[in-house]
């Protein structure tokens, strides 16, 4: 995997990141990860929708926690979008996790078999082999239309401006 140019840090250190990096109006690329019950799951199942790829590192933190109880809040405000909450945790954790919280609202799935998604979209962070914590917003055709690599990996993302972007589509 490539290095990516994108400049991030995790608890004030910099991590470098793997991949390619994901732009504004791209074409989203497919990806195969892993959902519940081992369960493939390709963007491509979510096609003619809109939506919100929710990154982060692991649900066992707490930042990584309320980004998930944010986003599940959050979508059914958000006409016809899926909320994809990827990360490397393996999908019995990120059921275990959801179930625990009430989540139902967002679709957990796993990037930890192959990093497809991470690799694709230059989340992977090379010290740790995990997902960088960032937003990726897709449109109905397949447009990337939003992405924030969060700086400081250990804060949360600017969640109004990726639901603003989710709002105007």
Not at 98 to 122: M, R, V
């Amino acid at each position: 995997m490539k290095e990516s140019s994108v400049k991030v840090k995790f608890g004030g250190n910099p991590v470098t990141l793997l991949g390619n990096e994901i732009k504004v109006g791209d074409k989203a690329p497919d990806f195969n990860a892993v959902g519940a019950g081992l369960a493939p799951v390709k963007l491509s199942d979510f096609a003619g929708k809109n939506v919100i790829i929710a990154v982060y590192p692991s649900v066992d933190t707490s930042v990584c926690a309320a980004q998930n109880r944010r986003f599940n809040a959050e979508v059914n405000n958000l006409k016809g979008a899926v909320v994809l909450s990827i990360s490397c945790d393996l999908p019995f954790a990120q059921s275990r996790f959801c179930a625990a919280e009430g989540l139902e609202n967002i679709k957990t799935i796993s990037d930890h078999k192959d990093l497809d998604f991470g690799e694709k979209y230059g989340f992977v962070i090379k010290e740790f082999r995990l997902l960088a914590r960032g937003t990726v917003v897709i449109d109905k055709s397949g447009v990337v239309r939003y992405v924030e690599y969060v700086p400081e990996i250990t804060t949360e993302p600017n969640y109004e401006a990726a639901l603003a972007v989710v709002k105007g589509l």
